[in-house]
């Protein structure tokens, strides 16, 4: 464990940076709300942003070893489940099942 | 049995009602937070685990699900605190990692949440679920109250989870990795989840995926401003150029 003080600060400065992007935008950007580019900007950002912070979470794929193959096939089961059931909590614990016992027992580093 | 938030978005909307009783309130948001909601919950216990496995102590996973409440941003914490990172660098990569926030001020309904604190409270919650979730087509109707229990709902899992998994920790073997493939999971599913609300507008995350792999090749550092950067850029091009075609909005 480093020191404490430390890594309480650690937390606080990540939580103030945290607030001040969530909450400052608003001010400045709510006059905009009405504008039309920025309605169909808003529409569509929810489902982009999420396709991109799914490519963020996989940036690390280890491509050419077979390792990889781990999170490509636990992401398949997720999405498999996800279009069966549209059942979020199945999908994700079907796919971080699949993924620890193929990272843990098939494809050890 | 489905208990996905995305499966009231077939329902018809529930016909305007009298203001509901906080009670309803948290009811309904109990039932509106189950499907990612309980994601979070996986998560915070591979986030928990994952603290105490880097040598950190389990109140501090608690210390940091509770104030920082960023899930992906505090997995890359537990990595510099332990390498004692410099603050600044903290700063600096919170702010890389969370500037996505910034484009959530555009569709997340502070308008419909009354009161100061409610207000203040709010954005302080805004995390990914709590914007994917009542960005979606089923929430339009929500009321102050229930938009903000579904956020100190998320809230709650997601520090208690981390706890729990800190205390737990401890008594997974070794050998068990690659619970972080939660947090994969969990924005697949909402990804999914938003997608099927476009209705047919593959376009939309066509474009975010090549965002995305573009700026994991050309700006690996620095692949989430870049992605959300490219993205917003591709969508302001194809607005103006169907807008030119037809003005069908």
């Known amino acids: 464990m480093p020191d404490t003080r430390y890594a309480i600060a650690a937390v606080l400065v990540a939580a103030a940076v945290t607030w001040g992007l969530r909450a400052l935008p608003f001010a400045a950007l709510t006059p905009l709300r009405a504008s039309r580019t920025v309605q169909y900007l808003s529409a569509r950002m929810p489902a982009g942003v999420m396709v991109i912070l799914v490519v963020y979470c996989l940036r690390d794929l280890p491509l050419p070893h077979a390792r990889a193959l781990a999170p490509l096939i636990a ?5 498999g489940l996800h279009l069966w059931r549209r059942n979020a909590l199945l999908s994700i614990l079907g796919g971080t099942v699949t993924h620890v016992i193929l990272a843990s027992a098939v494809f050890t580093p | 049995m489905h208990i996905s938030p995305a499966v009231t978005g077939d ?43 880097s040598g950190l102590d389990w109140w501090w996973a608690g210390l940091s699900a509770a104030v920082a409440f960023g899930g992906s941003f505090e997995f890359l914490l537990i990595g510099l605190v ?10 600096l990569s919170a702010f890389m990692v969370n500037v996505r926030h910034v484009f959530y001020s555009l569709s997340f309904p502070l308008h419909r949440v009354s009161g100061r604190l409610g207000k203040t409270y709010a954005t302080f919650a805004l995390c ?12 339009r109707s929500w009321s102050s109250p229930r938009i903000l229990w579904v956020q100190l709902l998320l809230h709650l899992y997601w520090a208690g989870s981390a706890v729990a998994g800190a205390l737990l920790g401890s008594l997974i073997p070794d050998g068990v990795t690659g619970l ?60 103006l150029a169907t807008g030119r075609r037809a003005t069908r909005a």
Do not use: C, N, W
Not at chain 2, 82 to 91: E, F, G, S, W, Y
């Open chain 1, 75 to 79: 992401l398949a089961v997720t999405i």
């Open chain 2, 11 to 53: 329902r018809p909307l529930p016909a305007p009602a009298p203001p509901p009783a906080p009670a309803s309130a948290a009811r309904a948001a109990f039932r509106d937070s189950a499907g990612a909601g309980l994601g979070f919950i996986p998560i915070g216990l591979a986030f928990g685990a994952l603290a105490t496995q």
């Open chain 2, 180 to 239: 972080d493939f939660a947090l994969t999971a969990m924005f697949t599913v909402l990804a999914l989840d938003a997608v099927r609300d476009l209705r047919g507008d593959l376009p939309t995350p066509a474009l975010a995926l090549l965002s995305a792999l573009a700026a994991r090749l050309l700006l690996p550092d620095q692949l989430l401003p870049a992605a959300f950067a490219l993205f917003t850029a591709a969508l302001l091009a194809r607005h």
């Open chain 2, 128 to 139: 990914d679920e709590a914007y994917a979730l009542t960005t979606g087509k089923a929430a």
């Open chain 2, 82 to 91: 332990t390498a004692t990172a410099p603050l600044a660098a903290i700063a």
